[in-house]
């Protein structure tokens, strides 16, 4: 990667911005954002990267080889198809569109420009998350029977878009990396706006999958907990990912249950199993910094990465099924409703 810009720095752009100077330099080039204001903070932390209001500018430099998008969600689709087509690597923040025929087109068009579109579903380069996939793909929790997840908070309220395209991107781009290729039979959604009509600010989805996994994620703005939680139930073991700790991330459990050994009578008897609780130790990185490494080496050579465009698809017509169930009232919906 020659040169590199950022449209959007906000209160989240600020983050890309500084990661991507970090392993860049100065080949990060220009930062991009309609407010003046936040182009200020640019030229105080870093004065050799050039500003502009104009995104045009940025989209149309034949210098620019890849652009990292951080606005808002609504805009994601259009600047990302405006830089494909103008032959941009394009690094986006979730989700990658808001519907999923934007999402299909995004991903039909970085194949066919060859390009690489990844989307910054930026949990499942957390280090802990890493070591729950490595966990499940080598056997270790056994059999997965379900999990359940938690993204709850007081705030920060939003108006423009609910709780469910808001938060669950992030919770879907982890199920979707620990279950693999599991298919999705039918999502549901039941929610309520109790603060701004319209704005769902409480949503509990299920998911169901195809083998008879199964996934829950309660989200929410509007709780008394802050808690960034997942609780993986297999059949050997079961292991629990709290973002919330600072240093024991991760507990695996050597808990469950035993099928029967012997029928006495005509019943047959379960055994509990309680054993030991093990934390393992987790080499802390900062995710946010592995994505943007990831992107560069796509770019660089051709790497997979762990957030490609057909995830981020995925997670978009995922969220949009559960859209649909949401409006109503909880119905399950299909993938191709």
């Not at 990667?1 to 720095?9: E, N, P, T, Y």
């Not at 309520?192 to 169901?208: R, Y």
Request: glycine letters at 6%; hydrophobic letters at 45%; proline letters at 4%.
């Amino acid at each position: 990667m020659k040169s590199l810009a950022v449209i959007g720095c906000g209160h989240w752009g600020r983050n890309i911005v500084s990661a991507f100077y970090r392993l860049l330099g100065n080949r990060l080039k220009i930062v991009c954002d309609v407010k003046p204001e936040a182009l200020t903070w640019v030229k105080e932390h870093f004065p050799s990267v050039q500003t502009t209001t104009d995104v045009a500018t940025v989209i149309d430099d034949g210098k620019i080889d890849a652009i990292a998008i951080a606005t808002s969600a609504v805009t994601h689709f259009d600047l990302s198809k405006r830089a494909l087509v103008a032959g941009k690597h394009v690094f986006v923040e979730k989700p990658l569109a808001l519907k999923s025929n934007e999402a299909e087109e995004l991903v039909r068009l970085s194949d066919e420009r060859k390009r690489t579109l990844m989307v910054n579903h930026l949990l499942v380069y957390h280090p802990a998350v890493r070591k729950l996939k490595s966990l499940i793909d080598a056997g270790e929790l056994g059999k997965i029977y379900y999990l359940y997840a938690q993204r709850l908070n007081l705030g920060k309220i939003r108006r423009d878009e609910n709780v469910l395209w808001s938060l669950a991107p992030h919770d879907l781009a982890i199920i979707f990396y620990l279950f693999g290729d599991a298919v999705v039979e039918w999502v549901s959604a039941h929610g309520q706006a109790f603060l701004n009509k319209g704005v769902e600010d409480t949503v509990f989805l299920h998911i169901s999958f195809r083998h008879g996994e199964m996934a829950h994620v309660h989200l929410s703005w509007l709780d008394p907990h802050k808690e960034r939680k997942l609780t993986i139930v297999g059949d050997k073991k079961m292991a629990v990912f709290n973002d919330m700790e600072p240093v024991e991330k991760i507990k695996i459990y050597d808990k469950g249950v035993d099928p029967p050994k012997s029928v006495v009578g005509f019943k047959e008897f379960y055994t509990l199993r309680f054993g030991d609780v093990v934390i393992p130790k987790i080499a802390m990185q900062e995710p946010l910094l592995l994505a943007c490494q990831c992107f560069m080496d796509a770019v660089a050579n051709g790497k997979p990465t762990l957030s490609s465009a057909r995830e981020g698809m995925r997670v978009v017509r995922t969220l949009a099924a559960a859209q649909r169930s949401l409006t109503a009232g909880g119905k399950p919906q299909t993938m191709n409703g």
